[in-house]
């Protein structure tokens, strides 16, 4: 098992878990409220983020920094090669008019040609402003006016109708570009004129404090707000996190690093990686999908040694393993290795970090069963070589975690927002601790608030929102960013998330419920699509369900039932009730017997974008859900 393996050289390798120390601080009744993590990589003081292509270029131009994907494979692309197409895209945009400060957004999935804009941008002095692919008219509007951006590149012919639809009323439309359409050929034609000294001078212009992007929100419970990061932020963040996990990859593994990026580019993690992983010229591949079904054959081409995703991804995968095995009457031996699996990665881990003797013989050789028949074939779907995972976006089921860990696959989870440029703590590399999401990243300071509130310090918090001065006013505190998110340290200074300060809610017997810890692990669980906790100002907590319907297809298929029964028979199907109740259990087991969900109602339909009730980045709209299903929630208090 590789994992057992590098943790085994981990612990002969003391000075790599030393590269960091935090340091906490304690208020008057020994409880931790701060924990702070001194900076591997030293603040930027010259130059810009724009610099990287060439530095690359200059240093080790043969070197392969992207893989490009064609129809026949995975293209390598240079160092040399990457500078080139950004010079000739930058030039095109100088020639199209854009001034320094000058912004372009940029509406497409996650392929290279984002990645050659993203730097072409900033090179030709301007600022970049994502939008998600799957916007709306209404949201591209408010983004485009809001921002100022005079330029988009969308990536398709319907991308770009809902730029000219949404924008149609403004003054002045923005003009734009189509990737599919040839939109930087078009650009290295307009620019091919121009001398590279044009580029240079606007990308030496250039300093830290240079406003790099406008990135929006989520959008959650209101207008998106436009994220003002500078080029020290994307720094800051970029250099930290690399500095803090690539030698140490390396130096345990023996591995030469690779990442296939399949998170929207739109979203700040995806965008930060990219960035950290040119730093150290860790190759790239690009995939426009999150999807498992599409985005596993990718990985068996690409075969990553590492990936950066969010829970939902790694839910899918053991979700799919399942189905697999009910599909060939192996159900519930794949159970039995799932609970093998969280009680050998409990005992391993225990061992590994001094707390435990470790698993005994016999569940060594269950273990050793199970990796021939279940958990080998998951790293086979991950494309083979993968060793280490990154989840963030919302916390990860511990033993989900652990059921990977055990798989060969540890999983390193961490915590941010678009305010502080990705992560502000991540699990340090060694020091696994799966149900937290780890320590302050390196040169960042975690502290929390007397009502439990988490607040973020360092060169990687933003420094304002985009035409909002109150909104910054009501987050940024004595240079302390105000998360909204609820949580504690450990004595090690390890963060736990707990919930929203929002969205907790208060029953009628007076008992404080966060919602979070609830839906992560309903949501983890098959058939569950998505799910809202419910019960504010009510005698006990409740849950609004949706179906998967991929889980629902394969549940119908394993009993022989017709796949095309409809959603309004299934909802009160009492044995499908059944199998959402197992989950509900499952939910129910982290909490107390007051903060547990009493009753559920199946909901027909999905929370997605186009109807309201999901942001671009998959997050639900608290509020709109229990607006547009308030019908069903009284009735589930009338029962």
């Not at 690539?246 to 960035?275: C, D, E, K, Y």
């Not at 022989?560 to 087991?589: H, I």
Request: aromatic share 8%.
């Amino acid at each position: 098992m590789g994992v057992r393996k590098d943790l085994k050289r981990a612990g002969q390798r003391a000075d790599l878990a030393a590269r960091t120390r935090v340091e906490i601080v304690r208020d008057e009744h020994g409880v931790v409220r701060e924990a702070r993590t001194p900076a591997l990589a030293p603040d930027r003081t010259t130059g810009s983020t724009a610099d990287l292509p060439f530095i690359n270029a200059a240093e080790e131009p043969d070197a392969v920094v992207l893989r490009r994907r064609t129809d026949g494979g995975w293209r390598p692309v240079t160092a040399a090669a990457f500078a080139r197409d950004v010079m000739d895209t930058a030039k095109g945009l100088l020639a199209a008019g854009l001034e320094p400060g000058g912004r372009v957004a940029v509406m497409s999935r996650t392929r290279y040609e984002w990645t050659v804009l993203d730097f072409a941008i900033w090179a030709a002095g301007g600022q970049s402003v994502p939008i998600y692919a799957t916007s709306s008219a209404e949201q591209v509007e408010w983004i485009v006016r809001d921002s100022g951006a005079r330029y988009v590149v969308t990536e398709t012919e319907a991308n770009t109708a809902t730029v000219v639809a949404g924008t149609a009323r403004h003054a002045e439309p923005p003009r734009v570009w189509t990737l599919d359409a040839g939109a930087v050929e078009d650009l290295t034609t307009l620019g091919r004129d121009l001398p590279d000294e044009e580029v240079r001078k606007r990308r030496t212009a250039l300093t830290p404090d240079t406003v790099a992007t406008l990135c929006y929100t989520s959008g959650t419970t209101g207008r998106p707000k436009g994220c003002v990061l500078t080029h020290a932020n994307l720094h800051a963040e970029a250099a930290n996190t690399i500095e803090l996990l690539h030698p140490v990859f390396q130096a345990v593994t023996g591995q030469t690093a690779s990442t296939l990026l399949f998170l929207p580019l739109a979203h700040i993690m995806g965008r930060t990686l990219q960035i950290a992983c040119l730093m150290a010229r860790i190759e790239i591949g690009h995939f426009p999908s999150v999807k498992p079904d599409e985005l596993r054959p990718a990985l068996k081409e690409f075969r990553p040694t590492f990936l950066v995703g969010v829970p939902y991804l790694f839910e899918r995968i053991h979700d799919t393993g399942r189905a697999t095995a009910e599909k060939i009457g192996r159900g519930a031996s794949f159970d039995r290795a799932d609970r093998i699996a969280v009680r050998f990665g409990e005992a391993y881990l225990n061992k590994f970090l001094g707390t435990g003797k470790g698993p005994g013989p016999g569940l060594y050789a269950a273990w050793a069963l199970y990796d021939l028949l279940v958990y080998r074939r998951v790293r086979t779907e991950l494309g083979g070589r993968m060793r280490y995972a990154i989840s963030g976006g919302s916390p990860l089921d511990r033993n989900l975690n652990l059921f990977f860990y055990a798989a060969g696959i540890i999983v390193y989870e961490g915590y941010g927002l678009t305010e502080t440029t990705a992560a502000a703590t991540i699990v340090p590399p060694l020091k696994p601790r799966p149900g937290t999401v780890g320590q302050p990243v390196p040169g960042a300071a975690v502290r929390i608030a007397d009502d439990g509130e988490v607040l973020i310090k360092g060169g990687l918090v933003f420094g304002a929102y985009w035409n909002n001065p109150a909104a910054t006013d009501a987050v940024l505190r004595d240079d302390w960013f105000a998360t909204g998110d609820l949580g504690s340290l450990d004595d090690d200074g390890y963060l736990t998330i707990t919930g929203r300060k929002k969205d907790i809610l208060v029953t009628t017997g007076g008992k404080n419920v966060s919602p979070a810890v609830l839906e992560d692990r309903l949501r983890s669980r098959p058939p569950v699509g998505q799910c809202v906790v419910v019960g504010d100002n009510r005698p006990f907590i409740g849950a609004l369900v949706t179906l998967d319907p991929e889980a629902v297809a394969h549940w119908l298929s394993v009993r022989k039932l017709p796949t095309d029964t409809p959603l309004s028979e299934l909802v009160g199907d009492p044995r499908l009730r059944a199998e959402v109740q197992k989950a509900v259990d499952y939910a129910n087991e982290a909490v107390s017997r007051a903060e547990s969900i009493r009753a559920f109602t199946l909901v027909e339909g999905a929370f997605t974008e186009d109807n309201g009730l999901l942001t671009p980045s998959l997050k639900v709209k608290r509020h709109a859900v229990t607006a547009a299903y308030a019908r069903e929630i009284e009735a589930l208090y009338r029962k």
